[in-house]
Nanobody
Framework: QVQLVESGGGLVQAGESLRLSCAAS????????MAWYRQAPGKQRELVAS???????NYADSVKGRFTISSDNAKNTVYLQMNSLKPEDTAVYYCNAAVVSGWINRTPNEYWGQGTQVTVSS
């Protein structure tokens, strides 16, 4: 059993910045990757950014140059630095991780956090 807890969301004005954090806890042998998704009202959940255990990153085109994903493997934590925020960034942001929980079965399972609200006003 693995739990992901997000924090750092809030209400900001366009052009400002926020930093989201997601800490994983529970039965964790290894984390293969962590990612951030977001879902706006009336929209499907979309990938914002991801990072592998080796540090390879991927970003949605809409956030390239503005958002930066990073991780602290020792703390089982992933961050999302969001700069130059726009109203269209408003959404619930969800943490996602592929977690290996034991030595016997090392196939990773996918887990989701409950989400943190980010609201950007104009």
């Amino acid at each position: 059993q693995v739990q992901l807890v997000e924090s750092g969301g809030g209400l900001v004005q366009a052009g400002e910045s926020l930093r989201l954090s997601c800490a994983a806890s529970g039965r964790i042998f290894a984390i293969n990757y962590m990612a951030w998704y977001r879902q706006a009202p009336g929209k499907q959940r979309e990938l914002v950014a991801s990072i592998t255990v080796g540090g390879i990153t991927n970003y949605a085109d809409s956030v390239k140059g503005r958002f930066t994903i990073s991780s602290d493997n020792a703390k089982n934590t992933v961050y999302l630095q969001m700069n130059s925020l726009k109203p269209e960034d408003t959404a619930v942001y969800y943490c996602n991780a592929a977690v290996v929980s034991g030595w016997i079965n090392r196939t990773p399972n996918e887990y989701w956090g409950q989400g943190t609200q980010v609201t950007v006003s104009s």
